[in-house]
């Protein structure tokens, strides 16, 4: 069977040309459609059909507008593989072509030329997902900025010292005692115990500064699509002259509201670079607190170090002992002839678990998959 596109690729072509077409699908609907298609069958026309109903749908008016464009984009997708198809795959799409067309049909041709443009506009997505976000148009960054809010950088969770009934291994001494003597010291069955969990925390420290202006727009909407996804348990920093908390601003709903909030709340936007100052005001203020404990801590810089390099080498050392994985994200990583020799660079580089890039939408997507498996 010919491999389906990207899920995201191709709901994301679909609302688009909804929206071209009148209705409001708008990113938070896009992101509940992608979602939803992993609780369905993806290969079953029906399910798709009302599952994109349901969450890009706006109003009575939207409806037929609907019909129209699922018409349109999904139409002459699918191969007709003889035999039954195959089982559908988490987070496959489905591609349709109406019952009753056929490749002889003129009707079904003249949907062809439309769907050749519809496919265009998806394979244009494909390659904004691999291009730098530095040399992007406005339209092109708009386009990334969307599909940035549906991502879910989560971390995974993590065992802690306190128990709770149930598992296998321990027996809980104390309950298994009480239950012999309600019932006069016969012998009872065995009360057992297991670890409890809780969502291990994540620490975004972003690097504002003036080297960093071509990627600190997108890299705090990383932060807002992960402070959206686990908001009690993601931290987010900037750092630049000074740390700022901005966790507080990016709680908010709208991607646009929460950047401009957290642009107003950060002092030295586009300034100099003082990773190690900021880290250890961060590590004395909130991480050996507890922020960084057994956290998974994400600092984004190209580390061009104006400050004492080797401060920052001592904070990386110090943040280490402390959290449960460290990764750099460069946004120069990905490039041709990167070499991590700046002097920031060179002091963290053996302190860290991974050093990745951060100049794409493909990249971005990497970083959730490590955060998630970190």
């Not at 406005?138 to 995974?156: K, Q, S, T």
């Not at 956290?295 to 190209?302: E, G, L, T």
């Not at 994985?325 to 580089?349: E, I, Q």
């Amino acid at each position: 069977m010919t491999e389906l596109p990207d899920p995201v690729v191709t709901m994301t072509g679909f609302a688009r040309a909804l929206r071209a077409n009148g209705v409001a699908a708008d990113p938070s609907r896009l992101a509940a459609a992608v979602a939803a298609l992993h609780h369905v069958d993806a290969l079953d026309a029906e399910q798709v059909y009302w599952t994109g109903r349901v969450t890009l749908c706006a109003e009575p008016d939207d409806l037929p507008r609907y019909d129209a464009v699922f018409d349109a984009w999904f139409r002459g997708r699918l191969p007709a593989p003889p035999g039954p198809p195959p089982p559908a795959r988490p987070g496959q799409v489905l591609q349709l072509r109406p019952l009753g067309a056929s490749p002889e049909d003129p009707a079904a041709d003249e949907a062809d030329e439309e769907d050749d443009a519809l496919r265009t506009a998806a394979s244009d997505t494909e390659v904004l997902r691999h291009r730098d976000v530095a040399v992007m148009s406005d339209v092109e960054r708009a386009e990334i900025n969307a599909l940035i809010a549906l991502l879910a950088p989560r971390v995974g969770h993590r065992r802690t010292r306190r128990q709770r009934p149930g598992g296998r291994d321990r027996v809980d001494v104390r309950r298994t005692v009480r239950a012999m003597l309600r019932n006069g010291g016969e012998p009872a069955e065995l009360a057992r115990l297991r670890p409890r969990v809780k969502p291990r925390r994540l620490v975004l420290l972003l690097d504002v500064s003036g080297s960093m202006s071509p990627y600190a727009d997108v890299l705090l909407r990383f932060a807002h699509a992960a402070v959206r996804v686990a908001p009690r348990s993601t931290e987010v920093f900037t750092a630049s002259t000074r740390l700022t908390r901005i966790t507080r601003q990016l709680r908010l709903r709208d991607p646009d509201q929460a950047l401009a909030a957290a642009g107003t709340a950060i002092p030295d936007w586009s300034g100099g670079t003082r990773l190690g100052e900021s880290l250890r005001a961060f590590l004395d203020l909130w991480g050996q607190r507890g922020t960084a404990r057994r956290a998974v801590v994400v600092i984004a810089s190209d580390g061009w170090e104006r400050g004492d390099a080797a401060l920052l080498g001592e904070q990386m050392a110090r943040l280490a002992r402390l959290a449960h994985a460290v990764v750099w994200v460069n946004p120069h990583r990905g490039k041709d002839g990167f070499a991590p020799v700046t002097a920031g660079m060179t002091a963290a580089l053996p302190h860290l678990d991974d050093l990745l890039a951060g100049h794409t939408l493909d990249a971005l997507h990497t970083l959730a998959e490590v955060i998630a498996h970190a």
